[in-house]
C-alpha cells in the first residue's frame, strides 16, 4: 500500500483554540482524502472528506486544506472542544471501490 | 451514510480456537473491507471481498488465517482461525457509501485471545 504520512502523533490544544493535524501522500493517483474521528471502544467515524478539484472544504468547525502541488492536506478544527479529544486519521484513495490508505493516527486532547 | 452492522462487538477467545466476525451493509456494495487495527496503532488492511470471488489478501494476511465469505452484496464475514494472544486487535469492516468512494466503518470487533 502507498505511504500517508501523518503528524503530529499526539496533539494537546486549549479549549477554542485550533488544532492542526497534517498529512502527505505520495501516490499521484489518489483522488480522495478523508479524515475520520475515532474514540475509545468505537470504530472510525467519517469526519469531512475533499477531492483534489478543490484547495478547500469547511463543515462546521472542521475544514480541510488541500495542497495538490506538494501533495499535501491538513485537518483544522477551530474552537477545539473538549469532546473532540479523539484518535483523527487522514486517509487516501485512489477511485471507487478501492480500501483507503491510513496515516498513523494523531491523538489529540483538548483541555479546558 | 451507510449503516455498517458488526457483531461481535467484543469477545475474549481462547488460544487455538476460532472467531467468526459477521458484517452487515444496509444497502448493496460490490467491495467490502477489512481492516485489522492493532491497540494504539492505525487501521491495516487485512482483505478487499467482492461478492461472488475469492477474497484478495494484502501481504501479511493469508487465507487460511483469516477466512472471508462474502455471499451476497449485504453481508460479509471474517474468521479468525487458530487464534494466538498476538491476534488480539480490533477488527473493523469497511464498505463504501453507494456510487461513491466514501467508506463507513462496522463498530469493530474488539478481540482478546488469552
Known amino acids: 500500500q502507498q505511504q500517508v504520512k501523518q503528524s503530529p502523533q499526539s496533539l494537546i490544544v486549549q479549549k477554542g483554540g485550533i488544532s492542526i493535524i497534517n498529512c502527505a501522500y505520495e501516490?499521484?493517483?489518489?483522488?480522495?482524502f478523508p479524515w475520520y474521528q475515532q474514540f475509545p471502544g468505537k470504530g472510525p467515524a467519517l469526519l469531512i472528506a475533499i477531492r483534489p478539484d478543490v484547495s478547500e472544504k469547511k463543515e462546521g468547525r472542521f475544514t480541510i486544506s488541500f495542497n495538490k502541488s506538494a501533495k499535501q492536506f491538513s485537518l483544522h478544527i477551530m474552537d477545539s472542544q473538549p469532546g473532540d479529544s479523539a484518535t483523527y486519521f487522514c486517509a487516501a484513495a485512489d477511485s471507487g471501490n478501492t480500501p483507503l490508505v491510513f496515516g498513523k493516527g494523531t491523538r489529540l486532547s483538548v483541555i479546558a | 451514510s451507510a449503516v455498517i452492522s458488526q457483531k461481535p462487538s467484543r469477545d475474549i477467545c481462547q488460544r487455538g480456537t476460532s472467531l467468526t466476525i459477521q458484517c452487515q451493509v444496509d444497502s448493496q456494495v460490490t467491495m467490502m473491507f477489512w481492516y485489522r487495527q492493532q491497540p494504539g496503532q492505525s487501521l491495516t488492511l487485512i482483505a478487499t471481498?467482492?461478492?461472488?470471488?475469492?477474497?484478495?489478501?494484502e501481504s501479511g494476511f493469508v487465507i487460511d488465517k483469516f477466512p472471508i465469505s462474502r455471499p451476497n452484496l449485504t453481508f460479509s464475514t471474517l474468521t479468525v482461525s487458530n487464534m494466538s494472544p498476538e491476534d488480539s486487535s480490533i477488527y473493523l469492516c469497511s464498505a463504501p457509501h453507494s456510487g461513491g468512494t466514501e467508506a463507513f466503518f462496522g463498530q469493530g470487533t474488539r478481540l482478546t485471545v488469552v
Open positions: 501516490n499521484t493517483a489518489f483522488d480522495y
Open positions: 471481498a467482492n461478492q461472488g470471488s475469492e477474497a484478495t489478501y
